[in-house]
């Protein structure tokens, strides 16, 4: 049976700030002011003797699928490993540059392209660095305290996953972890990764590590009364750091990673909530250029959203096209060591928990499954059905941010399924 080989590296991917508009809030309307801190591109290079896969943790909100094409194929370029053996994870913080997350804000193709560019060299350098060893996993005895499920609901999963690769010496290489938590503290008008920075400062290129964003998109922070933006980020930020380097000092050699390494890549068409009445449609652009022109100058920003959004929606239908969205499904499993589902959208606690139960069905221990949201293509929320009794933004109103079709109760379950016939 081959062995599997990994190799680690860590980067900067901080952008100059030049006109840089950040992601994640409607209500920033101009550049962003200052660098309260660096964001890292991280990657974990894997081999079975066959090919290569390339996992990135990246301190970006998202990419839109132009830019997904974009730095996917920069680091193809470089690397020559193709797009579909390549994960894009982003630690969703909405102090990165705009990614597409808010549609029609101004984004700076060329630093993407940079984006894409560093990504490929440090590739290289992790695929260099390329041993045998072996992956030790766990779920943390420690929880995430200050966070919370914003929709009102008790459903919220605290949990931290861990992973350290240590090479046959017994020499720790990286680390891997995950949560449930946006990043949405910081709302000032700097480049941030957010409450994920803490961890950041004890990641090194030596020994790298890598956050990836989990089933968090109906999670939140919360501070104590009285407490600062900066203290929670340094709260919420040591609740994941702490334990995950308590656990990568005591974490022991696991079983030798050995077998292949198993890649499942396919664009899927994913039905949206169908809106094909186009007298309806008319009427609702007319309301929406009401309010538009109604609010005063100055004041438009967020009735200009929702009136494009609606007037996109009366587009497709007055042509006949489906508001349907295709997008890259990735799954990934390391021999019997680790097992990836990659989710390009939003995804909510109990669409995170049923792409897992898949797992768990198959024989795979809960330490040993990474669902991960927020990669490749991010393309609004994933709602699953037992949401929709609930509505809400996140069932609805976000998508008319990212402009795309708001879900319909048969959205999850199509990627819920291509899972279960995938993993």
């Known amino acids: 049976m081959n062995k599997i080989s990994c190799g680690f590296a860590d980067g900067l ?16 309307t101009s550049p962003a002011e200052e660098i309260r801190d660096e964001l890292h591109a991280k990657v974990m290079a894997l081999g079975d003797g066959e090919g290569t896969f390339l996992i990135f943790s990246l301190d970006l909100l998202a990419l839109n699928p132009d830019l997904y094409k974009l730095v996917s194929r920069q680091i193809a370029a470089v690397t020559g490993v193709p797009a579909e053996r390549i994960a894009l994870n982003f630690i969703h913080t909405h102090s990165a540059p705009c990614a597409g997350g808010l549609a029609e804000m101004p984004i700076d193709t ?11 060299e440090l590739a290289l350098r992790a695929m260099e660095r390329r041993v045998p060893g072996s992956f030790a ?38 680390v891997i972890c995950t949560a449930n938590c946006h990043a949405v503290v910081n709302r000032r008008m700097s480049v941030s990764a957010d409450w994920l920075s803490v961890l950041n400062r004890s990641s090194t290129d030596e020994v790298p590590l890598l956050f990836f964003q989990g089933r968090g998109a109906d999670i939140d922070p919360k501070g104590d009364e009285g407490m600062s933006p900066d203290e929670l980020i340094e709260t919420i930020g040591a609740e994941l750091a702490d334990p995950v380097l308590r656990f990568a000092a005591r974490a022991g050699e696991g079983e030798a990673a050995q077998g292949a390494i198993r890649c499942h890549y396919e664009w899927l068409r994913v039905p949206m909530k169908p809106m094909r009445d186009v007298d309806a449609l008319r009427e609702s652009v007319r ?73 768990a069905a198959d024989g795979w221990p809960a330490e040993r499954i990474f669902v991960c949201g927020y990669t490749n293509s991010v393309n609004g929320y994933l709602a699953p059905r037992e949401e929709f009794a609930y509505g809400g933004y996140e069932v609805s109103g976000a998508s008319h941010w990212f402009n795309v079709s708001e879900t319909c109760e048969d959205s999850a379950d199509a990627v819920i399924g291509w899972f279960r016939e995938h993993h």
Not at 110 to 120: E, I
Not at 162 to 173: I, P
Not at 288 to 299: I, T
Not at 317 to 336: C, E, F, H, W, Y
Request: hydrophobic share 45%; charged share 25%; glycine share 8%.
């Open 287 to 359: 309301e929406a250029e009401q309010a538009y022109f109604a609010a005063p100058v100055g004041e438009r920003h967020f009735p200009l959203r929702e009136m494009q959004w609606r007037r996109k929606m009366l587009d497709l239908a007055k042509a006949g096209i489906t508001n349907d969205l295709t997008v890259p499904m990735q799954s990934v499993t390391v021999g019997r060591s680790l097992a990836f589902a990659f989710v390009p959208f939003e995804l909510l606690t109990l669409a995170g928990d049923a792409i897992e139960a898949i797992y």
């Open 110 to 120: 060329d630093y993407f392209a940079h984006v894409g560019d560093v990504c490929g």
């Open 137 to 174: 996993a766990e779920i943390l005895p420690e929880r995430l305290i200050h966070a919370y499920n914003r929709r009102g609901r008790d459903v919220f999963d605290p949990r931290i996953r861990a992973a350290a690769f240590r090479d046959e010496s017994g020499t720790l290489r990286g």
């Open 13 to 28: 991917i901080t952008p100059v700030l030049n006109g840089t508009f950040l992601d994640g809030y409607g209500f920033r």
